[in-house]
C-alpha cells in the first residue's frame, strides 16, 4: 500500500489530505504539524480571532480526519528528510518511509535583529499561541508599538484600537503596504488609520529594541525613544525552508517548484507559503506567495499532480485584508503595469485597473465597505486569466459592468 507523507499541518496541508481522498487515493496518509492543535486557518488570528480570544478557526473537526482515514501527528517535528532513502526522521524518534512526499512547510514570522532573547514585551504573531498572548495585553490604556506597515502590523493595529489599546505604527519605508499595494489605496488605509487614532510614523528607521519587565523602548535612528507596554515586530516572513535545504533541495526565494509543484527531487512536492513557483501567465517569472487561498489551491493541486494528474499551476494572485470596516482585495501582480486607471464606485469605493505596454489587463485592487468591491475583483480576476485587453474607456466607466468585458 502507498504511503503519502504531507509535512505541515495548516491550510494548505490539510487541504492537500483531504483532497488526496476526494480523488480516490486509498493508500495511507500521514499529516505532520509542529503545533500541538488540529490545523486551523491563520487569518483570523490578527483579526476577530485576536479581538476575541477565540479558539482557533479549525481546517476540520478531528473526526473528519479519523473518517478520511488520515493519521494526524501533531506537536511533532520532521528533523531530517533523506530524499534518497525517501524516509523522515520525526522529533519523537520515529521514522516514516514514504512513497511520495508534500513539503507544505508554510512560513514563519521574521524576527527584528537582536530579538531572539526577548520576553512577552516584544512579540511575533504567527501562531494561535502568538494570538492568545497578544489578546491578554489588549486592553484600554496599555500602548502598543508595532513594528511594520504591513497587512499583519495594520490589522493588529486596527484590532488593537477596537479594543481600546494605543498604537503606535512604526514603518522604515516612505508609506504602508509599500510591497503589493498601489499607493492610492495605502492612502485610504493611512487616513483610515489616522481616523481611528493611530499615530503613524513612516520613514522612521529603528536602531534597536529594548526590553524591561514591565515595558519596551524602541529606539529610533533619529534619537527618539518610543516607550510601549509592547511591541508587535511584523515585518515579514521567512519561508520554512530549511528541512529541503538540508536534504539538497533546489532552494530560490523558498523551496523551488516547477508548475506542477514538484521540486528537484523525484516524489517530492512542495506548496503555499513555503515554495517559489513559475507564473506561466506572467511570463514564468518566480514568485512566492503568501495568502490564504493560494494555500488551498495549491494544496488540492499538490494533491491532484501527487496523483499523476500532470495540472499546472494557473491561478491568478489574490490576496486581501480587512482594517476597521474596510476591506481591500487585490488580483493579479501589479508591478509590471505601466498604466493605472481608476473606476469610482461611490462611498468612497473604488477600483484600480493595472494594464501592461500591451493594453493587456495584469492585476485589479479595490477597496471599500463591506464586500462592495469583492464580485469585480472577482471578474477582474477572471479577465486577467484570460489575458484580457479591455478598452481603457470601459474599464473606467462605472455604467459598464465588468461582466460584459468578460463576455466580449
Known amino acids: 500500500m502507498s504511503h503519502f507523507v504531507i509535512v505541515g499541518a495548516g491550510e494548505c496541508g490539510a487541504r492537500a489530505a483531504f483532497a488526496l481522498r476526494e480523488k480516490g487515493f486509498d493508500g495511507e496518509i500521514t499529516l505532520l504539524g509542529t503545533e500541538p492543535v488540529a490545523p486551523y486557518e491563520r487569518p483570523p488570528l490578527s483579526k476577530d480571532g485576536l479581538a476575541l480570544a477565540l479558539e482557533p478557526k479549525s481546517v476540520a473537526t478531528l473526526e473528519r480526519y479519523d473518517e478520511a482515514g488520515i493519521d494526524l501527528l501533531t506537536g511533532v517535528t520532521a528533523r531530517t528528510l ?3 532513502g525517501k524516509t523522515i526522521a520525526l522529533s519523537d524518534g520515529r521514522n516514516l518511509v514514504y512513497d511520495k512526499l508534500l513539503l507544505a512547510t508554510g512560513a514563519r514570522a521574521r524576527p527584528f535583529p537582536g530579538m531572539e532573547g526577548a520576553g512577552k514585551r516584544i512579540r511575533l504573531l504567527r501562531t494561535h499561541a502568538d494570538a ?3 489578546s491578554e495585553m489588549l486592553r484600554p490604556g496599555q500602548h502598543m508599538a508595532v513594528i511594520g506597515g504591513g497587512f499583519i502590523g495594520l490589522e493588529f493595529a486596527a484590532t488593537a484600537r477596537k479594543l481600546g489599546a494605543d498604537v503606535t505604527v512604526i514603518e522604515g519605508l516612505p508609506r504602508v503596504l509599500m510591497r503589493g499595494v498601489p499607493e492610492a489605496i495605502a492612502e485610504v488605509i493611512s487616513q483610515r488609520h489616522a481616523d481611528g487614532g493611530v499615530d503613524l510614523r513612516c520613514g522612521q528607521a529603528i536602531a534597536s529594541l ?3 519587565p514591565d515595558r519596551a523602548r524602541v529606539l529610533l535612528k533619529s534619537g527618539e525613544i518610543i516607550t510601549a507596554d509592547l511591541v508587535l515586530v511584523g515585518i515579514g516572513a521567512i519561508p520554512n525552508a530549511d528541512l529541503a535545504e538540508t536534504a539538497g533541495l533546489r532552494i530560490e526565494n523558498g523551496i523551488a517548484v516547477n508548475e506542477l509543484l514538484e521540486t528537484s527531487s523525484a516524489d517530492i512536492y512542495a506548496a503555499g507559503d513555503c515554495c517559489s513557483f513559475p507564473l506561466a501567465l506572467y511570463g514564468g517569472r518566480r514568485v512566492r506567495l503568501e495568502s490564504w487561498r493560494n494555500a488551498q489551491e495549491q494544496g488540492v ?3 491532484a499532480n501527487m496523483l499523476g494528474e500532470n495540472q499546472t499551476i494557473s491561478a491568478v494572485p489574490w490576496f ?3 482594517q476597521y470596516d474596510l476591506t481591500l482585495q487585490i488580483a493579479g ?14 462611498d468612497g469605493a473604488f477600483l484600480l485597473f493595472h ?7 495584469v492585476a485589479a485592487s479595490g477597496i471599500g465597505q463591506g464586500n462592495v468591491v469583492a ?10 486569466a484570460k489575458r484580457a485587453c479591455p478598452s481603457p474607456d470601459a474599464l473606467m466607466a462605472s455604467t459598464v459592468k465588468l461582466k460584459s468585458l468578460l463576455a466580449a
Open 82 to 84: 533523506d530524499a534518497m
Open 132 to 134: 492568545c498572548a497578544l
Open 210 to 212: 529594548q526590553e524591561e
Open 301 to 303: 493541486l499538490a494533491a
Open 320 to 322: 486581501w485584508s480587512d
Open 333 to 346: 501582480l501589479a508591478d509590471t503595469a505601466v498604466t493605472t486607471l481608476r473606476r469610482d464606485l461611490g
Open 355 to 361: 494594464l501592461d505596454e500591451t493594453g493587456r489587463l
Open 375 to 384: 464580485r469585480d475583483i472577482r471578474l477582474a480576476e477572471m479577465l486577467i
